[in-house]
Structure formats: structure tokens, C-alpha cells
């Protein structure tokens, strides 16, 4: 009994030991590598959104882009919060942004004067006279955001619709096709903000 006692001793000793020889100098390594190496940028990437779900139908024709300063990308992500508040996928982001930066290219609009558009206001260029909401409200991009997607919200099928399309049937623009242009910068613009 003795000797089967010390075999099995001596068989968990020496898988000990080897596990201790293959496992040694790698863990050594791990110990010794910088902590910049250790950080997660699989796991950052992972986290964007999927540009399959933000642009599924790809884009529709040139695409235009301009360059954002920061009240516009300010603007952007009160857009995004709004949406996500509203419980809403980034689809309805991306609609949403490319809806404004068509309307007012991101930037949150006041009464312009002889160029103002009849007494079209705000982010989405929505009009007072048409029971969109109050000049304040509509100066406001939360709620600006939240009764354009309450609009969008009401058409059936409105994530699978091309993104022109759907911001169409809410604004009824002049120029129905023009918020195609803006689609990949607002799929941009969501990928990068959405979980920031």
C-alpha cells in the first residue's frame, strides 16, 4: 500500500513539475510584458456598432461629408443620446443625423431671417406652424430628435426602408433624395459615438 501511496504521490509531483516547466516561463512573460500590451483593442472594436446594421442597404449615390466643429458634434451626440433614450436602435441614429446634417448640416438653427425656410427651426428644420412644437422646443435637439423619431416610429417598416426614403416620409422635403448623401458620414458619426 505504501509503495501505490508513493507512486501517486510521486505521479502528482511530477505532473506538477512539468506543469510548472510549460507554464513557468510563459507566466514569467506575461509578468514581464509592459501593461500597455494587456489592453483589450479586440474588445473596444467590438463594441462599435456593426456597420451592417447602421448602413444595411449601403449607400445610395455620392456621398458628401463635411468636416464638424464641435457644437455640430455636440449636436451629433445629443442626436444619439435622444435615440437611445427613445429606446431605439442605431439605425434610427443614423437616419436621424443624416436627417440633420441635410436640414441644417448639424447645427441647431434659429428664425434666419428672409432665409429662413417659412418658420422652419432647429436641427431638423422643423416648422411650428405645422404642430411640430414650440420655437423652444424645436430649438431643443432632445426634443427635436425625439419628434422626428416619433414621426419615424410611425412608418411601418421604417428599418428596412433606404434611408432616404424614411427620412422622406417624415420631413416631406422639397428634395426627397438629398438625405442619401449623408448616410455614411451619419453611419460614422454613430460608430464612434454610440458607446462613448
Known sequence: ???????????????????????????????DA?????????????????????????VQGTQSKITLNDEQTANAKAIIAATKKAGL?????????????????????GHLGDANDHDSLGLFQQ????GW?????????EYATLAFEKGLKQIDGWQDMP?????QTVQVSAYPDAYAQWEQQAADLVAQHWNS
Open 34 to 58: 509592459p501593461a500597455t500590451a494587456a489592453k483589450p483593442v479586440a474588445a473596444v472594436q467590438a463594441d462599435k456598432p456593426d456597420m451592417g446594421k447602421l448602413v444595411p442597404h449601403g
Open 163 to 167: 434611408l432616404t426614403k424614411a427620412a
Open 1 to 31: 500500500m505504501n509503495s501505490m501511496l508513493r507512486k501517486s504521490i510521486l505521479g502528482v509531483a511530477g505532473l506538477a513539475f512539468t506543469g510548472g516547466v510549460f507554464a513557468g516561463p510563459i507566466a514569467a512573460h506575461a509578468a
Open 89 to 109: 436602435p442605431e439605425r434610427a441614429a443614423v437616419i436621424s443625423i443624416a436627417t440633420s446634417l441635410q436640414e441644417s448640416k448639424l447645427e441647431n438653427l
Open 133 to 141: 412644437g414650440t420655437p423652444e422646443q424645436i430649438t431643443n435637439p
Open 127 to 130: 416648422r411650428p406652424s405645422s
